[in-house]
């Protein structure tokens, strides 16, 4: 996933969890309450502000181990942090859409998902590729056509 914080200035800075050592992320875990990684998440898909703080905060200790999470803000975070979808994770709901759409032999859950995943993915482009990369192109280009 993609924690995205825009600066003051309107730069946007893009920090992938993929990006965390293990240390970094059980140092997340920790000042998350040792919530467990996979509830992080569920967090930061659900946009949670701690578990984005969380995550920007172990970027910033590198440059500055001595930071403390409970005196790291972030003001505005409602307009300064975003969290966005990279392949592997549009590929892994997917998967799971499939299969629970393939037990039905229905395609509307995973045609009713493609909106929150389009606005979730850091690239709404990988929607459209993860799609056909599991045989389900077609819905793809329905909804653009759509839209």
């Not at 050592?21 to 967090?43: K, M, Y």
């Not at 790291?72 to 799971?96: C, G, H, Q, Y």
């Not at 929150?116 to 929607?127: F, T």
Request: no cysteine; proline share 3%; hydrophobic share 40%.
């Amino acid at each position: 996933m993609i924690v995205s914080y825009r600066h003051e200035d309107g730069t946007t800075e893009e920090l992938s969890t993929d990006d965390l050592s293990a240390i970094e992320a059980a140092a997340v875990e920790e000042a998350l309450g040792e919530t467990p990684w996979r509830h992080i998440e569920d967090q930061l898909r659900g946009q949670d502000p701690t578990a984005m703080r969380a995550v920007l905060w172990a970027f910033r200790r590198r440059e500055d181990p001595a930071l403390k999470f409970a005196e790291f803000d972030v003001p505005n975070w409602r307009r300064r942090l975003k969290v966005r979808l990279e392949r592997a994770e549009i590929d892994d709901v997917l998967e799971t859409l499939i299969s629970e759409a393939l037990a039905k032999n229905e395609d509307s859950a995973i045609d009713a998902m493609l909106p929150h995943l389009r606005k979730l993915a850091a690239d709404q482009g990988d929607v459209t590729a993860a799609l056909d990369a599991l045989g389900k192109g077609h819905l793809a280009s329905a909804r653009v056509s759509e839209d």
